[in-house]
């Protein structure tokens, strides 16, 4: 068994944060439920716990960097009868982020740099969901995990169709770090971050409170569980399972269009779901200072190229861990 968490390692991993990972629009973290989340959540946390949750809406949630965008654009496309004329809109308005405001706290920022502009789906993120929920039902992506839900929610009030995704927690991470660099601010090395991800000191961590809490009721009517590998191995048939679950079923002619839509070369370039927008604003405003692009690599695996054996197995232990005899991960 590995043991990650001591006092003297927790007061580690805290200074990491606050040398690594804070900066002008990260002023640092607390712990909410169990879970690591920047400060700025505490403003949001009642908000999103009183949420009222309307049935209609479809709600995708994931552990960060797991196959979100590629499950919204796939859910927003089968919602809105394949409209590629529509989704050229940014999937920040057709698919609003609930709790995006906690990861960029843009105020201070705001008032030293008059001309600077963040999209207002990121600037203030409940207000915008409120506002696009005047328009009809939304397919709205969270990171956040089942404790952080809607009351309504937890307590099954309220039962909007809800499609979880979860990808290996090995390639997560290093896609979470190579976000991390790109997209918030994260000036740490690999090794260290790796640490944090199996501590759950990461914002939405620790990973397996995450997915594990969902796996359990993935035989709820209104949950349907996805995998990232089963997206790249068989994405027609993840297409299929996930519009019937919808109740919205395709043809095999859609299937095929839709199938080409979502795949990796397609995404990459479609700026509707890149979001090379919020890399090119952080670049113009020294916000971050490394090289790379959100849709990085869409492999399974690519971890083995990265990760030394010794975190490797490190890894594989905490995961045998969490899931032993749950047939969740290889
Ligand atoms: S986020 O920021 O948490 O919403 O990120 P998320 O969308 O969950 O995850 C981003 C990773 O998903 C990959 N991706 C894809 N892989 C394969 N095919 C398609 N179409 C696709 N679209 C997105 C994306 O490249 C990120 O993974 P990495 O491993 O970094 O490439």
New binding site residues.
Partial sequence: MVIINNNSEDAEFDEILERDFTSVFRHGYITVEGVTMPKRFEDLKNNIRNWNVREDDVWIC?F???????T?EMVWMIMNNLDVVGGQANLGHRSPFLEVSALFDYREFKKENKDFQPPPFIDDSLEFVKHQSLKGPLCL?T?LPWALLPKEIQDNTKSPKIIY?TRNPK?TC??YF??SRL?EGYRGNFEDYCRLFLAGKLPFAPFWNHVLPFWERRNHPNILFLK?EE??KDLPAIIRKVADFLEKPLSDDQVEVLSSH???E???KNPA?N?EMVVSLNRKYNLIHCEGS??????VG?YKAKMSPEVICKFDEWTKEHTEGLDLFD
């Fill in positions: 994931s960060p960097k797991t196959g979100t965008t590629w919204q992506k990171h995704v390639d290093i896609s190579n976000h997209m990232y997206m790249v979502l795949s990796f397609s995404m990459k779901v979001y959100f849709m990085r690599s869409g492999k690519d």
